[in-house]
């Protein structure tokens, strides 16, 4: 169990967000520890489903969407921070990290948390400073290598913030690289923690339940997730004479596209775009597919992917997967023992790959035994929430110390 005074308080841009089920596993994680957990959401959440492991949640949650705005402007040190962003866009945050660091000493809170490093890590990085607590962030993925303004601007309020954080949280080896070239200064606080999942919650799939040849793919349909190259590798195998089973679970701004181009390709009824699934009806899905795919890709304004949660769930369920090289896709994947890897942008040789599982099921039903293996070893919820914890305790002790 951790400190039971430990409090911490959670910037994130939404809360809840039906997309963002490793933030919700997280603080339950946490809670389950023992830890006191705040959250302080900057914008009102979506109007979509919930997940009902929601109900669980203890931790109070704080909407900042109608925080008045104050006339502040930025502090000359802050500059970096707001780089690129216009005078109402700014007083608009350092109104909302304001109510956050009044919020946060008058519930005692000993540390800020932010998720992502965009504008949640600004707000709980000011709210930190005038509070006098210690602060950190988790970065992911688009907030450190989507091109917001230009890649140098980008790149100093990335820095401002490694420089500023008591530590920084990262979900892959390859970010945790990046990170440290683009910060070196403070590389020896930048710690890989993996996402981890709750490996009770996905057991392993009774193999007599799976549809022989069902490919499933999860994630927001968005350009990132590689879904339009999914469905050319469909496409390829239906040419190629086969049977074509692919259900695409998730919701986004490229849904019509990709429906349009289902059609276009004659695929109707072969994949079948499924819609958001709460977390217990995806381990339903998950139990009757034969193996799960996400050929991610890096967009032209650098955005990628950076640990699918989706994919450490289906090892979880024993599953064989086929991922591309982006970012931490080698890390989830051990190739041609849990899965395969393809590189990105490449519908051909992902359809061979999906064949190759498809056309050996004992070969996948040993990766998949296999996956389940990786997934106990490197992705497992309670190591990395116990890591996380540790972390956040050792920051506010030190702070404690510094003002004894």
Same mark, same amino acid.
């Given at each position: 169990?951790?400190?039971?005074?430990?409090?911490?308080?959670?910037?994130?841009?939404?809360?809840?967000?039906?997309?963002?089920?490793?933030?919700? @596993?997280?603080?339950?994680?946490? $809670?389950?520890?023992?830890?006191?957990?705040?959250?302080?959401? +900057?914008?009102?959440?979506?109007?979509?489903?919930?997940?009902?492991?929601?109900?669980?949640?203890?931790?109070?949650?704080?909407? +900042?969407?109608?925080?008045?705005?104050?006339?502040?402007?930025?502090?000359?040190?802050?500059?970096? &921070?707001?780089?690129?962003?216009?005078?109402?866009?700014?007083?608009?945050?350092?109104?909302?990290?304001?109510?956050?660091?009044?919020?946060?000493?008058?519930? #005692?809170?000993?540390?800020?948390?932010?998720?992502?490093?965009?504008?949640?890590?600004?707000?709980?990085?000011?709210?930190?400073?005038?509070?006098?607590?210690?602060?950190?962030? /988790?970065?992911?993925?688009?907030?450190?290598?989507?091109?917001?303004?230009?890649?140098? /601007?980008?790149?100093?309020?990335?820095?401002?913030?490694?420089?500023?954080?008591?530590?920084?949280?990262?979900?892959?080896?390859? @970010?945790?690289?990046?990170?440290?070239?683009?910060?070196?200064?403070?590389?020896?606080?930048?710690?890989?923690?993996? @996402?981890?999942?709750?490996?009770?919650?996905?057991?392993?799939?009774?193999? /007599?339940?799976?549809?022989?040849?069902?490919?499933?793919?999860? !994630?927001?349909?968005?350009?990132?997730?590689?879904?339009?190259? +999914?469905?050319?590798?469909?496409?390829?195998?239906?040419?190629? !004479?086969?049977?074509?089973?692919?259900?695409?679970?998730?919701?986004?701004?490229?849904?019509?596209? &990709?429906? #349009?181009?289902?059609?276009?390709?004659?695929?109707? #009824?072969?994949?079948?775009?499924?819609?958001?699934?709460?977390?217990?009806?995806?381990?339903?899905?998950?139990?009757?597919?034969?193996?799960?795919?996400?050929?991610?890709?890096?967009?032209?304004?650098?955005?990628?992917? !950076?640990?699918?949660?989706?994919?450490?769930?289906?090892?979880?369920?024993?599953?064989?997967?086929? /991922?591309?090289?982006?970012?931490?896709?080698?890390?989830?994947?051990?190739?041609?023992?849990? !899965?395969?890897?393809?590189?990105?942008?490449?519908?051909?040789?992902?359809?061979?790959?999906?064949?190759?599982?498809?056309?050996?099921? $004992?070969?996948?039903?040993?990766?998949?035994?296999?996956?389940?293996?990786?997934?106990?070893? +490197?992705?497992?919820?309670?190591?990395?929430?116990?890591?996380?914890?540790?972390?956040?305790?050792?920051?506010?002790?030190?702070?404690?110390?510094?003002?004894?």
């Amino acid at each position: 169990m951790a400190d039971q005074s430990l409090r911490i308080g959670y910037v994130v841009k939404r809360f809840p967000r039906f997309s963002e089920t490793f933030i919700l @596993n997280e603080l339950l994680a946490l $809670e389950a520890l023992g830890i006191t957990v705040e959250v302080f959401s +900057l914008l009102d959440p979506p109007d979509e489903p919930r997940h009902a492991r929601l109900a669980d949640l203890r931790a109070r949650v704080t909407r +900042l969407a109608d925080t008045q705005v104050s006339a502040a402007l930025p502090e000359t040190g802050d500059a970096a &921070l707001f780089a690129g962003t216009g005078a109402t866009a700014a007083a608009r945050l350092i109104a909302k990290a304001d109510h956050v660091a009044q919020a946060a000493r008058a519930r #005692g809170l000993r540390h800020l948390h932010a998720h992502f490093a965009s504008d949640a890590a600004t707000v709980a990085l000011l709210a930190a400073r005038r509070a006098g607590l210690t602060f950190s962030m /988790t970065a992911h993925a688009r907030d450190i290598y989507h091109h917001y303004i230009d890649p140098e /601007t980008d790149a100093a309020k990335r820095q401002a913030k490694l420089r500023a954080a008591d530590f920084t949280v990262t979900v892959s080896d390859f @970010n945790l690289r990046h990170l440290q070239t683009l910060c070196p200064e403070a590389a020896e606080r930048i710690h890989r923690v993996y @996402n981890g999942i709750d490996l009770a919650a996905f057991q392993p799939t009774d193999p /007599t339940r799976r549809v022989p040849g069902r490919i499933l793919a999860i !994630g927001r349909l968005v350009e990132k997730k590689g879904f339009a190259d +999914l469905i050319e590798a469909c496409a390829k195998l239906a040419a190629g !004479g086969r049977t074509v089973d692919c259900r695409i679970i998730g919701d986004g701004p490229l849904r019509a596209q &990709l429906a #349009g181009q289902i059609i276009a390709l004659g695929l109707d #009824g072969q994949v079948q775009l499924m819609g958001p699934m709460p977390q217990e009806r995806l381990a339903a899905a998950l139990d009757e597919a034969s193996l799960v795919t996400l050929p991610c890709i890096v967009t032209p304004d650098g955005d990628r992917d !950076g640990l699918p949660t989706v994919l450490l769930e289906a090892m979880a369920k024993g599953l064989p997967v086929v /991922t591309t090289t982006v970012t931490g896709g080698p890390e989830i994947v051990a190739a041609e023992e849990t !899965g395969l890897l393809v590189p990105p942008g490449d519908p051909s040789g992902l359809a061979a790959a999906l064949q190759r599982l498809i056309d050996d099921p $004992e070969r996948a039903l040993r990766m998949g035994r296999s996956g389940r293996q990786r997934a106990e070893a +490197l992705f497992d919820l309670k190591t990395s929430s116990a890591t996380l914890a540790a972390l956040f305790l050792d920051a506010s002790d030190r702070l404690a110390r510094g003002a004894a």
